[in-house]
T-cell receptor
Framework: GENVEQHPSTLSVQEGDSAVIKCTYSDSASNYFPWYKQELGKRPQLIIDIRSNVGEKKDQRIAVTLNKTAKHFSLHITETQPEDSAVYFCAARQAGTALIFGKGTTLSVSS | DAGVIQSPRHEVTEMGQEVTLRCKPISGHNSLFWYRQTMMRGLELLIYFNNNVPIDDSGMPEDRFSAKMPNASFSTLKIQPSEPRDSAVYFC??????????FGDGTRLSIL
């Protein structure tokens, strides 16, 4: 089955800096890669996703890149703000299956 | 839409007791997922259903765990008998593929 590795487990940045979180997946049949943000005590919420027919997707300060050959994808947050502090999860799945999640990255943005 | 609804939000019980967690998916979604979240193991997939049929239950820890989906608007996850190591936050999620999964607010379970 699918296995998703996520790095780093913790990330501390200064407000205004960029943050990058990286994930690798094992199943070459996976074709959907979302990113979820989870604030303390709350549910994971989708912030951006990408499908395997696209190499990059951007939404304001957030972007995701996908390298199918290397089986890795990354989340990029620019101009970080304190409210970006949360746990971020990457995930992967192939059609008709469930999302398999990475272990999460705790992002701390200090002002 | 009210989103995915889980109950109870919090459950504290003694080991050996039966625990039942409940989930109402978003109307129209035909896929439902149960996840368990702990600090050590992250978000683990326990089981998922498509059109009320269990598709993959390989993540269910052991025979003490069981899940049912009697109709398109209701699912239960049952633990019997419960043990302290079952303490975790249990999330239910639903989707209408290929759309993303939407999570409920979770049930925080504490087994004493």
């Amino acid at each position: 089955g699918e296995n998703v590795e996520q790095h780093p487990s913790t990330l501390s940045v200064q407000e205004g800096d960029s943050a990058v979180i990286k994930c690798t997946y094992s199943d070459s049949a996976s074709n959907y890669f979302p990113w979820y943000k989870q604030e303390l005590g709350k549910r994971p919420q989708l912030i951006i996703d990408i499908r395997s027919n696209v190499g990059e997707k951007k939404d304001q300060r957030i972007a995701v890149t996908l390298n199918k050959t290397a089986k890795h994808f990354s989340l990029h947050i620019t101009e970080t703000q304190p409210e970006d502090s949360a746990v971020y999860f990457c995930a992967a799945r192939q059609a008709g299956t469930a999302l398999i999640f990475g272990k999460g990255t705790t992002l701390s943005v200090s002002s | 839409d009210a989103g995915v609804i889980q109950s109870p939000r919090h459950e504290v019980t003694e080991m050996g007791q039966e625990v039942t967690l409940r989930c109402k998916p978003i109307s129209g979604h035909n896929s439902l997922f149960w996840y368990r979240q702990t600090m050590m193991r992250g978000l683990e997939l326990l089981i998922y259903f498509n059109n009320n049929v269990p598709i993959d239950d390989s993540g269910m820890p052991e025979d003490r765990f069981s899940a049912k989906m009697p109709n398109a608007s209701f699912s239960t996850l049952k633990i019997q008998p419960s043990e302290p190591r079952d303490s975790a936050v249990y999330f239910c999620a639903s989707s209408l593929p290929p759309e993303p999964q939407h999570f409920g607010d979770g049930t925080r379970l504490s087994i004493l």
